[in-house]
């Protein structure tokens, strides 16, 4: 019979079945946060908890890419100093963090959502596929725009860049993928920055 926690306090029990529900926290590891969240100064807590309050309520989508924005246009797109004409598409906002800290790529972006997995039943329209095939659309030039497709290597990665490609093909914009300095299956949030960023520079085109 496994071992079960007795909790001298049901708020406290509740407070670690709540934080253990993050992924990557254990009971124990929860229960050693909610100790020390006790130990606290009230406002430091009521601090933490408004804030996380706060970033559910408040953040938003930026309305052309997708990444989490406190206003309508997230910063990247706002700023008119990036590059219109190139368009980065990534699985996640931690993926545009990531590109970011490179400081190699000035161009917009565009964050799915996820990426094609039929295991996971997640298919083309619960991804923002679509939005990025008519932002392709609207672009003014198409044939001087390019698409970079900066998706993980395994197959669901593939799966997905290939069908986008298949969805953005028709414009004429130039689609490509970053150069295979990242191993097979490897995730852009756990590359390391000079790594990605010559996978970014060094970006080749993209081959169905």
């Known amino acids: 019979m496994a071992y079960k ?30 100790l020390h969240l006790v130990r606290q100064p009230a406002e430091n807590v009521h601090h933490f908890t408004d804030s996380i309050n706060r970033l559910r309520d408040q953040v938003r989508y930026c309305r052309c890419c997708h990444m989490l924005s406190d206003s309508e246009l997230c910063e990247i797109c706002a700023d008119r100093k990036r590059d219109a004409r190139l368009i980065c598409v990534v699985e996640s906002v931690r993926d545009v963090m990531s590109i970011e800290a490179t400081g190699q790529y000035h161009g917009l972006y565009h964050v799915l959502g996820g990426i094609i997995s039929p295991i996971a ?6 991804l923002t596929i679509r939005e990025l095939a008519e932002r392709v659309k609207a672009l003014e030039d198409p044939s001087g725009a390019e698409v970079i497709l900066a998706l993980s290597g395994d197959v669901e990665g593939e799966t997905t860049a290939f069908y ?11 689609v490509s993928s970053l150069a295979r300095g990242l191993g097979f299956g490897d995730d852009l949030e756990y590359a390391d920055s000079l790594t990605l ?3 970014i520079v060094n970006r080749q085109e993209f081959r169905p």
């Open 121 to 126: 039943g997640v298919g083309p329209s619960d």
């Open 5 to 34: 926690e007795k909790y001298p306090s049901e708020l406290l029990s509740q407070a670690v079945e709540a934080i253990s529900s993050l992924p990557g926290v254990g009971r124990r590891s929860a229960l050693r946060l909610a």
């Open 197 to 199: 960023g010559r996978s």
């Open 164 to 174: 986008i490609y298949r969805q953005i093909e028709a414009s004429g914009v130039k």
